[in-house]
């Protein structure tokens, strides 16, 4: 079952424009990550944010995390044609043993030239 | 260094037949998992191996099977397949890091269809 849904579901904007993906989350995590999947292909990880922190920057893209609401959001900043792709949130349970993501419903970003 | 390599990348079964696909890691992962994604139900974690040892199992019946080999190379099957199980597979492979926190590092998948 997903861990939680992101929002929107489908977000359209101008290349330029920012893009603010939110996630929620229904159980503890030790880290959560965003991906991006382009047209059914595989997976890329674009940022890893830990339990224990509440923003991270990478490149063109800020995440943060608040744990006591159990959410996280993905800005992308000054969007471009080539942002456009699914964005997934995965929440990581890893507790040394098993490996197990469990990510959210996704939302599709479409970037307008 | 090679990424994750999934074969076939499609496939088109017929109902009640079988399937094996098949997952070679990034060279030193061992940590290997699989995913299955449909329009439905999005994606949802099958099972992970480590070393070839099952760590941890989803909720996906009993037909869903996989096995992992001693050069870390993985393989999932399916049984008496069913239309819903059409989907994209995933297979992610992870570092073998102490401290344990790290990216998965995705295939580009294999496309299944059952007709």
């Known amino acids: 079952s997903q861990q939680g849904e992101e929002d929107p579901q489908a977000l359209s904007i101008q290349e330029g424009e920012n893009a603010t993906m939110n996630c929620s989350y229904k159980?503890?995590?030790?880290?959560l990550q965003w991906y991006r999947q382009n047209s059914g292909r595989g997976l890329v990880h674009l940022i890893l944010i830990r339990s224990n922190e509440r923003e991270k920057h990478s490149g063109r893209l800020r995440v943060t995390l608040d744990t006591s609401k159990k959410s996280s959001s993905l800005l992308i900043t000054a969007s471009r044609a080539a942002d456009t792709a699914s964005y997934f949130c995965?929440?990581?349970?890893?507790?040394?043993?098993?490996?197990?993501?469990?990510f959210g419903s996704g939302t599709q970003l479409t970037v307008l030239p | 260094k090679a990424g994750v390599t999934q074969t076939p990348r499609y496939l088109i079964k017929t109902r009640g037949q079988q399937v094996t696909l098949s997952c070679s890691p990034i060279s030193g992962h061992r940590s290997v998992s699989w995913y299955q994604q449909t329009p439905g139900q999005g994606l949802q974690f099958l099972f992970e191996?480590?070393?070839?040892?099952?760590?941890n199992k989803g909720n996906f019946p009993g037909r869903f099977s996989g096995r992992q080999f001693s050069n870390s190379r993985s393989e999932m099957n399916v049984s008496t397949l069913e239309l819903g199980d059409s989907a994209l597979y995933l297979c992610a492979s992870y570092p073998d890091l102490t401290g344990g926190i790290t990216e998965a590092f995705f295939g580009q998948g294999t496309r299944l269809t059952v007709v």
């Open positions: 191996y480590f070393s070839e040892t099952q760590r």
């Open positions: 995965a929440t990581d349970g890893y507790s040394g043993s098993a490996r197990q993501l469990t």
């Open positions: 159980t503890s995590i030790n880290n």
